[in-house]
């Protein structure tokens, strides 16, 4: 894929952006269901999530022809099994229903040997975020770099998710941040903001967000291993939980030496 494919993205996933503002500043209770979650319990999603996958469907079959799509709220579409694109339509879709701006679409192009290009875009903030492997990672065209913090303190920021208290303790001595959206907290440690982050969600819900930290300088581990995931094989309600810790740099310990289980 050249250069010249990738830039066809941007734009439309800002044309996306636009869309979901709108419903964000409109967005009624009647426009949102509560589903079955998996491994994650109860959810919400909206119309403008169906319809971000729907036309992100319709975007790669026009553009990248025999490629193949896999999507969180309408499945696998197999084609190309060493091409994947990988889409979480309104990642921080509770987020988008109450109000809280942090949340947008997540896309990642993914080939045999994973993800190889990954774009985040949050409307309500106009930050768009982007990588490809090998090369670095941008935040609205300005290239970013993870944080050089080498211990945790007061004067460092760490992440997780809503649903971590239910089973671990965070011990770290460092403040502590829950935005509700997991590719923004991989993003925010791709430009430093965050020293450190901990997630268990789906592919979707991570690969671009991987990407984009680990070329921003980013460390991030994850359970099972990137390399031995194959989007082609992964079946709609069937899809593997992923847990990623991301931090700074090679010199701040993992976060997993500071969770212990809650008593």
């Given at each position: 894929?050249?250069?010249?494919d990738?830039?066809a993205?941007?734009?439309f996933?800002?044309?996306?952006?636009a869309f979901?503002l709108e419903?964000?500043?409109?967005?009624?209770?009647?426009?949102i269901?509560?589903?079955?979650?998996?491994?994650?319990?109860?959810s919400?999603?909206?119309?403008?999530?169906?319809?971000t996958?729907?036309?992100t469907?319709?975007?790669?079959?026009?553009?990248f022809?025999?490629?193949s799509?896999l999507?969180?709220?309408?499945?696998?579409v197999?084609?190309n099994?060493?091409r994947?694109w990988?889409?979480?339509?309104?990642?921080?879709t509770?987020?988008?229903?109450?109000g809280v701006?942090y949340?947008g679409p997540?896309l990642c192009?993914?080939d045999?040997?994973?993800?190889?290009?990954?774009?985040?875009?949050?409307?309500?903030?106009?930050e768009?975020f982007?990588?490809?492997?090998?090369?670095g990672?941008?935040?609205?065209?300005?290239?970013?770099r993870?944080?050089?913090?080498?211990?945790?303190?007061d004067?460092c920021?760490?992440?997780?998710t809503?649903?971590?208290?239910?089973?671990?303790?965070?011990?770290?001595?460092a403040?502590?941040?829950i935005?509700g959206s997991?590719?923004?907290?991989?993003a925010?440690?791709a430009?430093?903001?965050?020293?450190?982050?901990y997630a268990?969600?789906?592919?979707?819900?991570l690969a671009?967000?991987?990407l984009?930290?680990?070329?921003?300088?980013?460390?991030?581990?994850c359970?099972?291993?990137i390399?031995t995931?194959r989007?082609g094989?992964?079946v709609p309600?069937?899809?593997?939980a992923?847990?990623?810790?991301a931090?700074?740099?090679?010199?701040?310990?993992?976060?997993?030496?500071h969770?212990?289980?809650?008593?």
């Open positions: 894929m050249t250069a010249e990738y830039r993205v941007e734009p996933l800002r044309e996306i952006g979901q419903g964000f500043r409109k967005l009624r209770s009647s426009d269901q509560v589903k079955e979650g998996g491994s994650h319990g109860l919400v999603v909206t119309g403008y999530d169906v319809e996958e729907t036309r469907a319709r975007f790669i079959e026009d553009h022809p025999g490629d799509f999507g969180e709220e309408t499945g696998n197999r084609r099994t060493g994947y990988i889409l979480d339509p309104i990642d921080g509770s987020n988008y229903t109450q701006v949340w997540s192009f993914w045999d040997s994973g993800p190889k290009a990954g774009w985040i875009y949050m409307p309500a903030v106009d768009f982007h990588a490809r492997r090998g090369e990672a941008w935040l609205n065209g300005r290239p970013i993870s944080s050089k913090v080498t211990e945790y303190s004067l920021t760490v992440a997780t809503s649903r971590l208290h239910r089973k671990m303790k965070l011990t770290a001595p403040k502590h941040r935005l997991v590719v923004v907290n991989l925010y440690v430009t430093g903001s965050f020293a450190a982050s268990r969600a789906h592919v979707w819900d671009a967000g991987i984009i930290a680990s070329e921003a300088g980013a460390i991030v581990d359970s099972p291993a390399d995931l989007p094989d992964m309600g069937a899809v593997p992923i847990t990623v810790l931090r700074a740099n090679r010199d701040l310990p993992s976060l997993e030496s969770l212990v289980t809650a008593g």
